[in-house]
């Protein structure tokens, strides 16, 4: 069964980089799944912000895209995000997710598995 | 962006109650519905995908219906590990949105 774990600052100063990694274990992260980030803020409950396949092919919410990067580690099984600047409004709990991928030549975008979440602040 | 509006946001109920709780979608999005279940400081658990397909491991008292704009979420007999806060989420296209989110609380 997979698993996924975040790691990264749990505090960035206003104008910084927020960077997280998710680790996966338990599968491979080279398979027909798709690898993402969720957020969750008080202000604005569960919000997704982007998704990577193990190509390195990648979907960004608009409202993010201009501050967001996401990349793959193929040989470290584990995938990043990067967040830049941030402000305030970017203080929330970070979840890396697992998109099942297709089905019957449909691409999927729920999430099946999570990683337990990190809280990351913007504080200075 | 696909608005996802849940109803309602708090719902009180005693364990063995029916609950339902509603998703409305802001466009068609023909079956592309999951609903989730969270507990305080928990990740999001997935409990039905495509609208009405239930989870592997997820009990079947819990139910999904719906398609176009209207779901439902169903759960037959409330059991008391059930209260908890519960989301929908499109993935009918691009950015894909969650609902506010319905607390069930007990009565």
């Known amino acids: 069964q997979v698993q996924l774990q975040e790691s990264g600052p749990g505090l960035v100063k206003p104008s910084g980089t927020l960077s997280l990694t998710c680790a996966v274990s338990?599968?491979?992260?080279?398979?027909?799944?798709?690898w993402s980030w969720v957020r969750q803020s008080p202000g604005k409950g569960l919000e997704w912000i982007a998704e990577?396949?193990?190509?390195?092919?990648?979907n960004y919410n608009p409202s993010l895209k201009s501050r967001v990067t996401m990349s793959v580690d193929k040989s470290k099984n584990q995938f990043s995000l990067k967040l830049s600047p941030v402000t305030a409004a970017d203080t929330a709990v970070y979840y890396c997710?697992?998109?099942?991928?297709?089905?019957?030549?449909?691409?999927?975008?729920?999430?099946?598995?999570w990683g337990q979440g990190t809280l990351v602040t913007v504080s200075s | 962006d696909i608005q996802m509006t849940q109803s309602p946001s708090t719902l009180s109920a005693s364990v063995g109650d029916r609950v339902t709780i509603t998703c409305r979608a802001s466009?068609?999005?023909?079956?592309?519905l999951a609903w989730y279940q969270q507990k305080p400081g928990k990740a999001p658990k997935l409990l039905i995908y495509?609208?009405?397909s239930l989870e592997s491991g997820v009990p079947s008292r819990f139910s999904g219906s719906g398609s176009g704009t209207e779901f439902t979420l169903t759960i037959s007999s409330l059991q008391p590990d059930d209260f908890a806060t519960y989301y929908c989420?499109?993935?009918?296209?691009?950015?894909?949105?969650f609902g506010q989110g319905t607390k069930v609380e007990i009565k």
């Open positions: 989420q499109h993935y009918n296209s691009y950015p894909w949105t």
């Open positions: 495509d609208a009405s």
């Open positions: 997710a697992r998109i099942p991928g297709y089905r019957g030549g449909y691409r999927l975008g729920y999430f099946d598995s």
């Open positions: 466009q068609i999005i023909r079956n592309w």
């Open positions: 990577i396949y193990h190509t390195g092919e990648s």
């Open positions: 338990g599968g491979s992260i080279s398979t027909s799944k798709w």
